[in-house]
Nanobody
């Protein structure tokens, strides 16, 4: 089970940290996806749970940091932009990468709204 938290309303330029609490057996790869209003769900970042390998979408490189701590996945988001507004989902997979079809476990999402 994956449960996200930490979303909210922030101003552009602010920072926010999302968390995802995982229970049960944790698959090899954990990731964050996001879905903006009226758009498809897209990859944000992933991490190899047993190692340090990380991958980011170009749109968030240098601003977002994915990390893990025991059974909690986090996403530190800095310098938030209006286009970061979305529902953020935690996901898990046995395969490393940004292919959404390989992620079989999903949380319910946490909403992030960035205002000007």
């Amino acid at each position: 089970q994956l449960v996200e938290s930490g979303g909210g309303l922030v101003q552009a330029g602010a920072s926010l940290t999302l968390s995802c609490a995982a229970s049960g057996q944790i698959p090899s790869v954990m990731a964050w996806f996001r879905q903006a209003p009226g758009k498809e769900r897209t990859f944000v970042a992933d991490i190899l749970w047993a190692g340090t390998l990380k991958n980011y979408a170009d749109s968030v490189k240098g601003r977002f940091t994915i990390s893990k701590d025991n059974t909690v996945l986090r996403l530190q988001m800095n310098d938030l932009k209006l286009e970061d507004t979305a529902v953020y989902y935690c996901a898990a997979s046995s395969y490393y990468g940004d292919d959404i079809s390989t992620y079989t476990y999903w949380g319910r999402g946490t909403r992030v709204t960035v205002s000007s």
